[in-house]
């Protein structure tokens, strides 16, 4: 697995089997939190998830899911693959060891540079996950123009219009061909900008409370962490993470599932002040609840099976 001293495949490898494991355990809370923030018609957490479930059955909860499965588990193997050999690249070369620990600042270094790659392979993934998540809200969003259109260009009725329950997007290779015929190659990364403000300091304060959290639950420094520890420690890093990322991650939720053919917002100012201006600073805070409850779980399975299977791999 060991390809030099200071680069690893174990890392990615591991990572991978990580983003699998989190994607599935996440992935409803997940659609629940992109509906709050970008959808509309939802009092609160609570009257989401049972609106969803009445409407939609337990499926609801899953649209979407088949590609952040595919996708988010390439997306995490890159992630946690670049964040671990990143630290011995920045130990190896300001202290001459890649097992060298690092310090604060090697750790801050090491998390911005991920956030700001992460952004390269993630901001294509999460748009077509929001926009799968998003398409029920979509096709009544065309409809409802459709039917204004025609309703002031003709003697035609309003409630004559059909409003059928169907889905804009068969599934993720046609959301992003659609994507790509309507808005070209830059339709996928829209809202890139916003994920980069969400994402740079997201890393940080997902990797560094996580370093703080198991240097405090380790029982001395040669011990190994307990897997309970690990996942503790998993767990509040992403729940702060997450808990502090919601603003950025309301714009750019936002941004992502604001689809060419009713278009709303120009770019990350505008969709900032017209949010503002339209719902109160609190919508900023939208999903909040959901991104620290969500986070917990998604984060603790996410770092827990990444430390086990790097154990395994490396026990050999």
């Given at each position: 697995?060991e390809?030099?001293?200071?680069?690893?495949?174990?890392?990615?490898?591991?990572?991978?089997?990580?983003?699998?494991?989190?994607?599935?355990?996440?992935?409803p809370?997940?659609?629940?939190?992109?509906?709050?923030?970008?959808?509309?018609?939802?009092?609160?957490?609570?009257?989401?998830?049972?609106?969803?479930?009445?409407?939609?059955?337990v499926?609801?909860?899953?649209?979407?899911?088949?590609?952040?499965?595919?996708?988010?588990?390439?997306?995490?193997?890159?992630?946690?693959?670049?964040?671990?050999?990143?630290?011995?690249?920045?130990?190896?070369?300001?202290?001459?060891?890649?097992?060298h620990?690092?310090?604060m600042?090697?750790?801050?270094?090491?998390?911005?540079?991920?956030?700001?790659?992460?952004v390269?392979?993630?901001?294509?993934?999460?748009?077509?996950k929001?926009?799968?998540?998003?398409?029920?809200?979509?096709?009544?969003?065309?409809?409802l123009?459709?039917?204004?259109?025609?309703?002031?260009?003709?003697?035609?009725p309003l409630?004559?219009?059909?409003?059928?329950?169907?889905?804009?997007?068969?599934?993720?290779i046609?959301?992003?061909?659609?994507?790509?015929?309507?808005?070209?190659?830059?339709?996928?990364?829209?809202?890139?900008?916003?994920?980069?403000?969400r994402?740079?300091?997201?890393?940080?304060?997902?990797?560094?409370?996580?370093?703080?959290?198991?240097?405090?639950?380790?029982?001395?420094?040669?011990?190994?962490?307990?897997?309970?520890?690990?996942?503790?420690?998993?767990?509040?890093?992403?729940?702060?993470s997450?808990?502090?990322?919601t603003?950025?991650?309301?714009?750019?939720?936002r941004?992502?599932?604001?689809?060419?053919l009713?278009?709303?917002?120009?770019?990350?100012v505008?969709?900032?002040?017209?949010?503002?201006?339209?719902?109160?600073?609190?919508?900023f805070?939208?999903?909040?609840?959901?991104?620290?409850?969500?986070?917990?779980?998604?984060?603790?399975?996410?770092?827990?099976?990444?430390?086990?299977?790097?154990?395994?791999?490396?026990s050999?």
């Amino acid at each position: 697995m060991e390809t030099s001293k200071s680069f690893r495949m174990d890392d990615f490898i591991a990572g991978l089997i990580g983003g699998a494991s989190s994607v599935v355990v996440g992935h409803p809370l997940d659609t629940v939190k992109t509906r709050l923030q970008a959808g509309t018609g939802y009092k609160n957490m609570l009257h989401c998830i049972l609106t969803i479930y009445r409407k939609e059955t337990v499926m609801g909860f899953f649209k979407g899911m088949s590609f952040p499965l595919a996708s988010i588990t390439i997306y995490n193997s890159a992630v946690f693959g670049f964040f671990s050999n990143t630290q011995r690249l920045i130990s190896k070369y300001r202290y001459g060891d890649g097992r060298h620990p690092c310090g604060m600042m090697d750790l801050t270094l090491a998390s911005m540079l991920t956030g700001l790659v992460s952004v390269g392979l993630g901001a294509p993934v999460d748009l077509v996950k929001i926009r799968l998540q998003m398409q029920t809200q979509m096709v009544l969003a065309e409809n409802l123009n459709l039917a204004g259109s025609l309703s002031s260009g003709s003697n035609m009725p309003l409630r004559s219009i059909a409003m059928p329950s169907q889905s804009l997007y068969r599934g993720p290779i046609h959301c992003i061909s659609s994507t790509l015929q309507a808005e070209g190659l830059q339709g996928l990364y829209r809202g890139a900008g916003a994920m980069i403000l969400r994402d740079v300091p997201g890393y940080t304060l997902y990797f560094i409370p996580y370093t703080l959290f198991c240097n405090l639950l380790k029982p001395d420094a040669s011990s190994n962490l307990h897997p309970g520890a690990i996942w503790l420690a998993g767990g509040l890093a992403g729940s702060i993470s997450w808990v502090t990322a919601t603003p950025a991650d309301v714009v750019k939720s936002r941004l992502q599932a604001d689809v060419a053919l009713q278009r709303k917002y120009k770019g990350i100012v505008h969709c900032i002040v017209h949010s503002y201006r339209t719902e109160g600073a609190q919508v900023f805070f939208r999903g909040a609840s959901v991104n620290a409850i969500r986070g917990f779980p998604m984060s603790s399975t996410m770092f827990l099976t990444y430390e086990l299977s790097l154990q395994f791999f490396r026990s050999f």
